[in-house]
């Protein structure tokens, strides 16, 4: 498995890039994914905001409680990361265990 989380820069710069050509909530997560892990919060949380509401999936809805729990929005990330789970609570193989953290810490 590869290491995740690594080369976060070249990330944001390859969804910016696919954002020029190509639209959509699947392309807004990993735009605002990948501002999230670069530390880019103000920038991150609009797009995180609204990829989930149009494809309530359980990735969207963690990346978004993700982003809304690091920007302060400790309630309404916690309800979001709890809707992934509550679609599959092992939705991914690193990102599940992740997300159960981020709301037992809550």
């Known amino acids: 498995m590869r290491p995740k989380n690594r080369d976060v820069d070249e990330a944001v710069k390859l969804a910016e890039a696919e954002l020029k050509v190509r639209g959509g909530p699947y392309t807004d997560d990993a ?30 809805l963690y990346h978004a409680g993700a982003i809304r729990l690091a920007a302060g929005e400790a309630e309404a990330g916690v309800k979001t990361i709890q809707r992934a789970l509550e679609q599959n609570p092992k939705f991914d193989l690193t990102g599940a265990a992740e997300a159960a953290k981020l709301v037992a810490g809550r």
């Open 31 to 60: 735009h605002a994914w990948a501002l999230y892990r670069a530390g880019k919060l103000p920038e991150a949380r609009r797009p995180a905001t609204g990829a989930p509401a149009r494809d309530p999936g359980r990735d969207l």
